[in-house]
């Protein structure tokens, strides 16, 4: 086999790792007007493990207009919610241990970002799933749906 077609296999392999770890990465942005970039994330159904990046463009601190993004079922998004407020700023507004969330952020201010990795394992391409931001009164506007597609 001559070294160019070595390199081209090669290639075609880097490459399709590298999309099926892309379609396993997602980004999502929040600003000080309690609104995420995104209504919809999805991810294959291939991905095992979620790495997601959440990015707050605001200027405001936490305290003022923090964010986080939790993942749940679309039923118990007010459920969990409510929770969360109860849970407080030092539980990052999620009731500790809580079956319900899949998965979920540290809550940041303006200018800060977090990243989380989590497993898909539990969701399915049938399932009901909806995004939020748990922060005392910003579930109801700021909120998306999940999709495993």
């Given at each position: 086999?001559?070294n160019?077609?070595?390199?081209?296999l090669?290639?075609?392999?880097?490459?399709?790792?590298?999309s099926?770890a892309?379609?396993?990465?997602?980004?999502i942005?929040?600003?000080?007007m309690?609104?995420?970039?995104?209504k919809?994330?999805?991810v294959?159904?291939?991905?095992?493990?979620?790495?997601?990046?959440?990015?707050h463009t605001?200027k405001?601190?936490?305290a003022a207009m923090?964010?986080?993004?939790?993942l749940t079922?679309?039923k118990?998004v007010?459920?969990?919610?409510?929770?969360?407020?109860r849970?407080?700023v030092?539980?990052?507004?999620?009731?500790?241990g809580?079956?319900?969330v899949?998965?979920?952020?540290?809550?940041?201010g303006g200018g800060?970002?977090?990243?989380?990795?989590f497993?898909t394992?539990g969701?399915?391409k049938?399932?009901?799933?909806?995004?939020?931001?748990?922060?005392?009164?910003?579930f109801a506007?700021?909120?998306?749906?999940?999709?495993i597609?």
């Amino acid at each position: 086999m001559n070294n160019l077609v070595k390199f081209a296999l090669a290639a075609m392999a880097f490459s399709s790792f590298h999309s099926f770890a892309n379609e396993c990465e997602l980004s999502i942005e929040s600003n000080d007007m309690m609104q995420f970039s995104k209504k919809t994330l999805s991810v294959s159904s291939k991905c095992e493990q979620v790495k997601l990046t959440l990015i707050h463009t605001g200027k405001l601190p936490a305290a003022a207009m923090g964010h986080n993004w939790v993942l749940t079922e679309k039923k118990n998004v007010k459920a969990v919610a409510s929770d969360g407020m109860r849970a407080g700023v030092k539980n990052n507004y999620v009731k500790p241990g809580d079956e319900r969330v899949f998965a979920f952020t540290d809550v940041i201010g303006g200018g800060q970002s977090t990243t989380i990795n989590f497993s898909t394992k539990g969701l399915n391409k049938n399932g009901e799933y909806n995004f939020f931001c748990s922060f005392p009164g910003h579930f109801a506007i700021m909120k998306g749906t999940f999709k495993i597609v």
